[in-house]
């Protein structure tokens, strides 16, 4: 329950019957517990009058003044009581109410006239002309004393609001300021943990370059070993302790060369019988028919003998492209394009493009191993490579190579003007390479029973090449950077860019504009690659 409300009295002794009055109409209020009146009558005797009425005043809620012409002609109230009061009042630490009991000409009074004064529009409780009783009067008078124990009441919940808002959030802010320091503690540990991982990442991935790097001098040292005895007994050792090694390609072939320098040749009289015996066979052939028809020695034409073409197919067999100006990209309106092919005009140098996508055999030979998902073909495109496996086939490849050709991938203008056909194209614009109909010139999700096919078993392009379409993906050597006129995309990426589609794909897939992107150490069945080479 709140605490009573205290009021204090000030009056002139000639106006003590009023307050006895008052007191009267305010004891209801005192006994519901929501004032406490005090007046100097209240000073025991023996007491130190002046600091009781002091101290009275400084703990008073409500200060109640009795105005008549006797306050007026009171010094003591005027040089105290009312400096004290109206000072508090301005300080708002209590309410000053004055209360006009007798006539008099307070509103001269440059104090109690810019108060709010009782009863209502100052009239006194006296006048008789105003009240028909005077406890109207007073009636009136306890009626604004409620009106400011109202005031007080709601300026007091306020504050405990206030104070209770401001507890409030004080703990809120301390709630949020632990939660951000246990925050701050987690990404402390959580970076702490990060940085240690890393620190063991990069301690392992030493480590391994480490042993790469032992591993690899080691290769070069029995490498030179086997080199500096150049005897096939020294290449077999290498090749048995290193059989993917980096010189092991080199090594089979040093191994062939030494094999057929050392085998037997033939004594010089066993060529003559030999050769002899097949010039006789040949010359019967030729006499037969004259002998037993009578026609002229003539061969017949079934009996020519004929070119025969082989059968092996190898991504290492070239076709030269004479360069030229081409609209990369697709047009707006083709169906399944996407956001990054918009056109525009490149120009591309001579170069030189595998007609075929690179086997398996064809990789087999060069590193010793197949890495193909779907093996046992050999002229199947080789797959499961990826970009950075590539560089690896094409080093060992151009180290061999006695052509001193520099094999490479082929950009992604090259591949796509080549796709398109070249200047071979007559400016001709098929959906994929070398025709609108991708049966005839694809193995795709429609048509491949979800595996890899020979390569060359389709419709080639108008330059003679095939699979451009399907079969496989196809590395390129580009990493996945805009085009020139893409204003949404700008910032060249790590990716490797790979096309044509492959046998799990679709019609979109299959389009020559295609650019799908993956890291350069992706491997998958769907992605293979052919080579190129630069004509300057």
């Given at each position: ?34 004032i ?30 009795l ?7 009171s ?9 004290h ?25 440059p ?15 006296t ?16 009626a604004g ?43 402390a540990?959580?970076e ?6 890393r ?10 370059a ?40 080199e ?8 094999k ?6 033939l ?26 028809s ?8 079934s ?22 100006t081409?609209?990369?990209?697709s ?34 030979e ?17 797959e499961?490579?990826?970009?950075d ?24 203008a ?10 071979a ?27 890899t ?10 330059l ?5 379409s ?36 679709g019609?979109r897939?299959?389009r ?25």
């Open positions: 329950m709140p605490q009573p409300y205290k009021l204090f009295t000030i009056y002139a002794r000639e106006d003590a019957q009023y307050l006895e009055e008052l007191r009267g109409q305010l004891r209801p209020l005192e006994h519901a517990g929501r406490r009146v005090w007046s100097d009558r209240e000073i025991n005797p023996g007491v130190d009058w002046e600091r009781e009425i002091v101290h009275n005043l400084d703990t008073a809620d409500i200060i109640l003044i105005v008549s012409a006797a306050y007026y002609n010094a003591y109230i005027h040089e105290k009581e009312i400096k009061a109206i000072s508090r009042h301005e300080r708002g630490e209590a309410k000053v109410l004055p209360v006009i009991v007798r006539p008099c000409s307070f509103l001269d009074d104090v109690i006239s810019r108060l709010q004064v009782l009863p209502t529009d100052g009239k006194p409780v006048d008789r002309r105003h009240w028909a009783e005077r406890d109207d009067a007073w009636l009136d008078v306890v004393v409620k009106r400011t124990l109202d005031l007080l009441r709601n300026a007091e919940l306020q504050r405990e609001q206030a104070i209770q808002n401001k507890k409030a959030d004080e703990k809120q802010a301390r709630e949020e300021a632990a939660r951000r320091e246990r925050e701050a503690k987690e990404r540990e959580n702490r943990l990060a940085q240690l991982r620190e063991q990442e990069q301690t392992a991935l030493a480590a391994e480490q042993r790469a790097k032992e591993a690899r001098r080691a290769d070069l040292n029995a490498w030179q070993q086997a080199a500096d005895a150049h005897d096939l007994p020294a290449y077999e050792n290498y090749l048995a302790r290193y059989p993917q090694g980096e010189y092991a390609r090594a089979r072939f040093r191994i062939k060369e030494l057929k320098r050392e085998a037997a040749p004594p010089l009289k066993r060529y003559a019988v030999i050769g002899g015996g097949a010039l006789a066979l040949l010359l019967a052939l030729w006499l037969a028919p004259k002998m037993f009578g026609r002229s020695p003539q061969l017949s034409e009996s020519q003998l004929s070119e025969s073409s082989p059968t092996k197919k190898s991504g290492l067999e070239m076709v030269a492209v004479k360069g030229g081409f609209t990369m990209g047009p707006k309106n083709e169906e399944g394009r996407f956001d990054d092919e918009c056109q525009h005009s490149v120009t591309v140098p001579s170069f030189s493009i595998g007609k075929y996508e690179v086997t398996q055999a064809d990789w087999r060069i590193m010793g191993n197949n890495p193909s998902h779907f093996k046992n073909c050999d002229d199947c495109p080789v499961n490579v990826s970009w496996d590539i560089q690896d086939f094409l080093k060992t490849l151009n180290r061999v190579t006695t052509s001193g050709k520099k094999y490479r991938l082929p950009t992604e090259e591949w796509e003007y080549a796709a398109r056909g070249g200047s194209s007559n400016n001709t614009y098929f959906s994929y390479s070398g025709s609108n109909d991708l049966d005839a010139v694809a193995w795709h999700d429609g048509n491949s029973g979800n595996k096919h020979p390569v060359g078993t389709k419709k080639a392009n108008q003679g090449l095939y699979d451009m399907g079969n496989v993906w196809e590395w390129c050597q580009d990493t996945n950077k805009p085009y020139p006129c893409d204003s949404k995309n700008t910032v060249e990426g790590v990716n490797r860019v790979f096309r044509g589609g492959y046998w799990g794909g019609p897939g299959c020559p504009a295609s650019r799908p992107t993956c890291g350069p150490g992706d491997r998958g069945d769907a992605l293979g690659f052919r080579l190129a080479l630069s004509l300057q």
